[in-house]
């Protein structure tokens, strides 16, 4: 069992920058690959970025290509996500998640967190 807690989320001005956090236990951090995704209202929930368990290799998805970063500290159990020229149409709920691949499928993630909130004002 892995067990999620995502924190960070607040309320920034269209341009600002926020720092996500996802804090994990339960299983052995470095086996496993960390994704972010987000909704907004009304919306499905959809891929934001990933990360292997070693940190090697990052993908992302082409709305937040060049303004966000992953990244991760295994010594932490922590994975980040580091929003950088934030949009209004990045607001959403933010969500950690943790699997077994490295994948932008949602479906593929067993273990996710409780989200948290980020929004963007014009």
């Known amino acids: 069992q892995v067990q999620l807690v995502e924190s960070g989320g607040g309320l920034v001005q269209d341009g600002g920058s926020l720092r996500l956090s996802c804090a994990a236990s339960g299983r052995t951090f470095s086996s496993l690959a960390m994704g972010w995704f987000r909704q907004a209202p009304g919306q499905e929930r959809e891929f934001v970025a990933r990360?292997?368990?070693?940190?090697?290799?990052?993908y992302y998805a082409d709305s937040v290509k060049g303004r966000f970063t992953i990244s991760r500290d295994n010594a932490k159990n922590t994975v980040y996500l580091q929003m950088n020229s934030l949009k209004p149409e990045d607001t959403a709920v933010y969500y950690c998640a943790a699997g077994w691949l490295p994948t932008s499928q949602k479906s593929r993630y067993p273990y996710w967190g409780q989200g948290t909130q980020v929004t963007v004002s014009s």
């Open positions: 990360i292997t368990g070693s940190g090697a290799n990052t």
